[in-house]
T-cell receptor
């Protein structure tokens, strides 16, 4: 079982759509969770941290379910500029600040 | 300069060459990382430096040699690479404690011929 699993997609959605990405992680002792965004041939950029109570940043909402070891990202009112690969990231509790990256879910928003 | 910078941005080298990648962070962090990202693969952690001490070496071949002279600078020395080492090499930094987000530089796109 992979440490962090994501649906690779691609998700092809029209502008204005709502899209949700899911992620599962294998180590129940993980304590920190993030979503990163990576544009083609660019570096990953932090999109948002994920907190136990869930958190929202504009059109983006992240949720965490520790019991199911499941993280989600919801994007509302998709924009063309949201097209990217979204990486689910979880900390490795066994090491120094080591983050485990999922392979990413690709999103393509079309007019 | 702000954030994390990397030089060079692109590098083409032969298998017998020696080159170095440089990373500098301007965020006041005290942990730095090297990652490798090959085409259509997830990020692979190579090395972790925390408070200038190497704390993780993720079974990386000895042809890759990291150096961290201070908390702001990180180098990756390359020698006798193989074509399969062609990839995007990313540097990141964070606070040196578990659970902190990492910030990435723009990467060096390396091609080994």
């Amino acid at each position: 079982r992979k440490e962090v699993e994501q649906d690779p997609g691609p998700f092809n959605v029209p502008e204005g759509a709502t899209v949700a990405f899911n992620c599962t992680y294998s180590n129940s002792a993980s304590q920190s969770f993030f979503w990163y965004r990576q544009d083609c041939r660019k570096e990953p950029k932090l999109l948002m941290s994920v907190y136990s109570s869930g958190n929202e940043d504009g059109r983006f909402t992240a949720q965490l379910n520790r019991a199911s070891q499941y993280i989600s990202l919801l994007i509302r009112d998709s924009k063309l500029s949201d097209s990217a690969t979204y990486l689910c990231v979880v900390n490795d509790p066994g090491g120094y600040n080591k983050l485990i990256f999922g392979a990413g879910t690709r999103l393509a928003v079309h007019p | 300069e702000t954030g994390v910078t990397q030089t060079p941005r692109h590098l083409v080298m032969g298998m017998t060459n020696k080159k170095s990648l440089k990373c500098e962070q301007h965020l006041g962090h005290n942990a730095m990382y090297w990652y490798k990202q090959s085409a259509k693969k997830p990020l692979e952690l190579m090395f972790v430096y925390s408070l200038e001490e190497r704390v993780e070496n993720n079974s990386v071949p000895s042809r890759f040699s990291p150096e961290c002279p201070n908390s702001s600078h990180l180098f990756l020395h390359l020698h006798t690479l193989q074509p399969e080492d062609s990839a995007l090499y990313l540097c990141a930094s964070s606070q040196a404690a578990s659970g902190y987000e990492q910030y990435f530089g723009p990467g060096t796109r390396l091609t080994v011929t």
